[in-house]
């Protein structure tokens, strides 16, 4: 069994138990995954960054504060400042898709060039890199980036 963390098109983030990360990709396409707070079918993994250190825009202050504004203009402030950040990674970063826990502990050991990479980890796999003290975070995906 996977855990996996989700989020809907409408950011509800939450997370789901599957028997594989076919059996996810099975049920996403067929609409059987729904957001419990929203009922959407349109739900995806959340992308995971490692933090890139003082240049990744905004990364550090976001992880040392856990609540979420939900207002207005801070609202406005934080998608702008999540867009940036999410523009920041795509740019400077290596997708790596579901290989990205393996790829984030090879630069933790320093076994190959450090990089910046994002791609896919199940709950398990960021709380496993968490424990061997390599940080990362979800990286937003606005609704606007998909197509
Ligand atoms: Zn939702």
Not at 2 to 11: A, Q
Not at 60 to 72: A, D, P, R, Y
Request: proline share 5%; hydrophobic share 30%; charged share 25%.
């Amino acid at each position: 069994m996977i855990l996996y963390t989700l989020n809907c098109e409408n950011d509800h983030g939450f997370e789901a138990w599957f028997p594989s990360s076919s059996a996810f990709e099975a049920q996403q396409k067929t609409g059987d995954v729904t957001c419990p707070v929203c009922g959407s079918a349109n739900v995806h993994k959340q992308i995971m960054a490692p933090s890139l250190g003082a240049e990744s825009v905004g990364a550090g202050k976001k992880s040392e504060k856990q609540s979420v504004v939900h207002t207005g203009e801070n609202q406005a402030e934080m998608r702008s400042m999540m867009r940036q950040l999410s523009e920041h990674v795509k740019n400077n970063a290596d997708y790596v898709g579901p290989k990205f826990a393996e790829e984030a502990r090879k630069i933790h050991y320093e076994e190959v060039e450090p990089h910046g990479i994002y791609g896919e980890a199940s709950a398990d796999e960021v709380t496993d890199l968490k424990e061997e003290g390599i940080d990362v975070h979800p990286l937003p995906i606005l609704p606007d980036d998909q197509n």
